[in-house]
């Protein structure tokens, strides 16, 4: 079981951002990015940019598995970092907009039981879950676990500009020629900016076709094509030269099979509630009456895949990032986290019924290829011209 290194991990990464870009982090920063800085000359006299672009899904295994050791992302691959638990979207770009960690801002995995609307809800959608249907007429989440954003934290320090480049950002962007043209007229234009990119590949093609299907590989490759020609973009013209340009991802991907909770009544007939927050990372609401026997059970059925943790448990793991922090969520310990937490180790999935998604290819589990993700760093100044 790979455990989450809250001192090496995406809310690190954040903060040393912050902490750069002229704003008060709550955490401590990433050694990594600041030798790095440090050793670009650029700890004092800054960067005019600092970008940070996120690949969904492309993890350490990702990139070892498809690229040359010589290729441009992996020659300047500075280290590996941790993804935040569960390695999932849902908890980790949250992390990296707001930087808190999972218990601290409660957008826990894709699904959380909402006590305020008595439902199990997909947060990003905003959907209720497993269906298409609306919610409600608000956005649940960011009602009821709302948080200050990084780029209100950076841009109040008034060293920097923030901006974000996505489908859902500051700057909307709907293909790939528009993310990277975006991108490069942000860094051209005048004053300090930090620019956090994100694209949805290659983690929707993985869920659906595997996790190293071909046209998986083929979209690492475009990535890492893309990415170089960027930075050579970058490094040709004098005013978007001074940017440091960040590769990472949210979450690696495993290949999984799928269990469906439904076809076991000896463990689904115990539940209040179908399961949430991640396949991989399954929270059990138990009916009070079948608390004591819910262990000996799942265990005697799936002990072999993932380890079950008792609410008490979790709390005293800090998994989600919760050991001595005074601003854990309220919805955190309240209502989000349930009795047990199953945390797949093996290559399992678990889903609530036949109606539920069945992907392929999945995260937010405990091993080594979930929880892995690269940290890489180009100095566009020191690239040769």
């Avoid at 040393?16 to 920063?29: F, L």
């Avoid at 800054?46 to 492309?58: A, P, T």
């Avoid at 790939?176 to 290659?202: H, S, V």
């Avoid at 991802?249 to 495993?254: F, Y």
Wanted: one cysteine or more; hydrophobic letters at 35%; charged letters at 20%.
């Amino acid at each position: 079981m790979i455990k989450p290194d809250y001192t090496t991990s995406h809310v690190n990464l954040i903060s040393s951002i912050i902490s750069y870009c002229g704003g008060k982090p709550y955490h401590t920063g990433l050694k990594a990015f600041e030798d790095f800085a440090t050793k670009s000359g650029k700890a004092s006299k800054k960067w005019k940019n600092i970008v940070l672009m996120l690949f969904d899904g492309m993890g350490m295994d990702a990139l070892s598995h498809f690229l040359e050791l010589g290729s441009f992302l992996r020659s300047n691959l500075v280290g590996q970092i941790s993804s935040v638990f569960p390695p999932t979207t849902t908890a980790a770009t949250t992390t990296l907009e707001s930087g808190l960690t999972p218990a601290e801002h409660g957008w826990l995995g894709w699904t959380l039981y909402i006590p305020q609307l008595d439902k199990n809800i997909a947060l990003f959608p905003n959907v209720i879950q497993d269906s298409k249907i609306q919610a409600a007429d608000f956005n649940v989440a960011k009602r009821f676990m709302p948080y200050k954003s990084v780029y209100d934290i950076i841009s109040q320090g008034g060293e920097y500009r923030a901006y974000s480049v996505s489908p859902y950002g500051s700057v909307e962007t709907h293909t790939k020629k528009q993310y990277y043209t975006e991108i490069e007229r942000l860094c051209g234009e005048a004053g300090k900016k930090y620019i956090y990119a994100y694209q949805e590949y290659p983690d929707n093609m993985m869920h659906l076709m595997g996790t190293y299907a071909h046209t998986v590989e083929a979209t690492v490759k475009s990535i890492n094509r893309n990415v170089r020609k960027l930075c050579r973009k970058l490094a040709d013209n004098e005013g978007t030269r001074n940017t440091l340009v960040i590769v990472t991802a949210d979450h690696g991907h495993t290949p999984i099979k799928n269990l469906i909770l439904e076809d076991f009544p000896e463990i689904h007939d115990m539940l209040l509630r179908p399961a949430t927050i991640e396949p991989r990372a399954c929270n059990f609401f138990v009916k009070p009456e079948c608390l004591e026997a819910f262990p000996e059970a799942f265990n005697a059925l799936f002990k072999e895949d993932f380890h079950l943790f008792s609410r008490e448990e979790i709390l005293k793991e800090g998994l989600f990032g919760n050991l001595g922090s005074e601003r854990i969520h309220p919805t955190f310990e309240d209502s989000s986290l349930g009795d047990f937490l199953a945390v797949a180790t093996g290559d399992k999935a678990l889903v609530n019924s036949h109606k539920s998604n069945r992907f392929r290819s999945h995260h937010a589990g405990a091993t080594e290829k979930e929880m892995r993700v690269p940290f890489i760093a180009i100095d566009i100044n020191a690239m040769p011209r």
